[in-house]
């Protein structure tokens, strides 16, 4: 069964500290991707991974930074954290996609940051 | 760049009845893929069904299936039978056809669906 993973369901952070998200997943999957996701605003992509060691920034980048140093994790790394980065965090991983098939992205349960 | 439209951020519907959830977007491409994805209450978020553009025939999937209008570019979720276990929030995404690096998906806004005793 696919699964991937979040290292915390619920985060509280001070404003100026650095914060690690970590997503693991046990699928072999080479695509990885952090998500936002704010109320009114959908999911926003962050910053996506495609081979180990390998990063494009997404959609909101800023403030955001990504290490992929093994295939199955991908962590999200906030610099200095700040209030406006109070949301939840979703990642996601998939298969390349092959002739005729089209792999879907699999979701990790989510973690609730707050910064304070 | 592509943009997905969910115009309806609630819903409500009476169990055992039917509800159509609204979507549209915005490309250039003539063919590429779009998806509804299911978010339940504090659980994760699941795939519901997709449908390929070059396709004419819509997807079903039980008791999903769309409405795909590729010149309105309209692509609506049909929840027939409804069910408790339905409500949950619903995106609809976009993406560009590979062979892309990654295979990114852009979503709308959400609908939070409810279904009602």
């Known amino acids: 069964d696919v699964k991937v993973t979040q290292s915390s369901r619920y985060l509280v952070k001070r404003t100026g500290e650095k914060v690690f998200l970590e997503c693991v997943q046990d699928?072999?999957?080479?695509?990885m991707f952090w998500y936002r996701q704010d109320p009114g605003l959908g999911l926003r992509l962050i910053y996506f991974s495609y081979d180990v060691k390998m990063k494009e920034k997404g959609d909101i980048p800023e403030g955001y930074s990504v290490s992929r140093e093994k295939k199955e994790r991908f962590s999200l790394i906030l610099e200095s954290a700040s209030t406006n980065q109070t949301s939840m965090y979703l990642c996601a991983s998939s298969l390349n996609p092959l002739a005729g098939h089209l792999y879907e992205q699999y979701f990790g349960p989510g973690t609730r940051l707050t910064v304070t | 760049a592509q943009t997905v439209t969910q115009s309806q951020p609630e819903m409500s519907v009476q169990e055992a009845e039917t509800v159509t959830l609204s979507c549209t977007y915005d490309?250039?491409?003539?063919?590429?893929?779009l998806f509804w994805y299911k978010q339940p209450p504090s659980r994760q978020m699941i795939l519901v069904i997709r449908?390929?553009?070059?396709?004419?025939q819509n997807a079903t999937e039980n008791r999903f299936s769309v409405n795909f209008q590729k010149a309105a570019k309209s692509f609506s979720l049909k929840i027939s039978d409804s069910q408790l276990g339905d409500t949950a929030m619903y995106f609809c995404a976009f993406m560009k056809p590979p062979p892309r690096r990654g295979n990114k998906l852009t979503f709308g806004t959400g609908t939070q669906l409810k279904v009602e005793l």
């Open positions: 699928m072999d999957h080479e695509n």
């Open positions: 490309t250039s491409e003539n063919n590429y893929y």
């Open positions: 449908q390929e553009a070059y396709k004419q």
